[in-house]
Nanobody
Framework: VQLQASGGGLVQAGGSLSLHCAASGRTFSGISMGWFRQAPGKEREFVAAVWRGTNNKYYTDSVKGRFSITRDKVKNTVDLQLSSLKPEDTADYFC???????????????????WGQGTQVTVSS
C-alpha cells in the first residue's frame, strides 16, 4: 500500500490550503483514511478521518469548522481542505490509512497501518 501526499505550503494566518492524498496498491473500500499532523518536538496528532463503511467524518476539536475532509472511493483519494488557518496549525501533515482501526481509538496514530510522506504546512502570523 502506498500513500502519496501533496499540497501544503506557506500561508498567512486566516488563509486556506488544500492537501491531497492518493492511495494505491489495494482495494480501499474497507479502509478508513485520514490525516494526522506533527509539529516539531510534539507527538503525532489526529486531525480528521473518514470511517470505513459509514463514511462518517471525524475531526479533532481544534479544527472543527475550519477543516474539511473528503474521500473519493472511486479514485482512492482523500483530501483535506484547511481554512481559517492559524499559526498553531503549522506542522507536517501525514495522510494515513487503516484496515484494522477500532473506532473508539481512531485518534491513536499507533493503530494506523499505512502512512504517506509528510507535507509541510506553515502558517505565518
Amino acid at each position: 500500500v502506498q500513500l502519496q501526499a501533496s499540497g501544503g505550503g506557506l500561508v498567512q494566518a486566516g488563509g486556506s490550503l488544500s492537501l491531497h492524498c492518493a492511495a494505491s496498491g489495494r482495494t480501499f473500500s474497507g479502509i478508513s483514511m485520514g490525516w494526522f499532523r506533527q509539529a516539531p518536538g510534539k507527538e503525532r496528532e489526529f486531525v480528521a478521518a473518514v470511517w470505513r463503511g459509514t463514511n462518517n467524518k471525524y475531526y479533532t476539536d481544534s479544527v472543527k469548522g475550519r477543516f474539511s475532509i473528503t474521500r473519493d472511493k472511486v479514485k482512492n483519494t482523500v483530501d483535506l481542505q484547511l481554512s481559517s488557518l492559524k499559526p498553531e496549525d503549522t506542522a507536517d501533515y501525514f495522510c494515513a490509512a487503516c484496515a484494522t482501526c477500532i473506532l473508539s481509538s481512531l485518534q491513536n496514530f499507533r493503530q494506523w497501518n499505512y502512512w504517506g510522506q509528510g507535507t509541510q504546512v506553515t502558517v505565518s502570523s
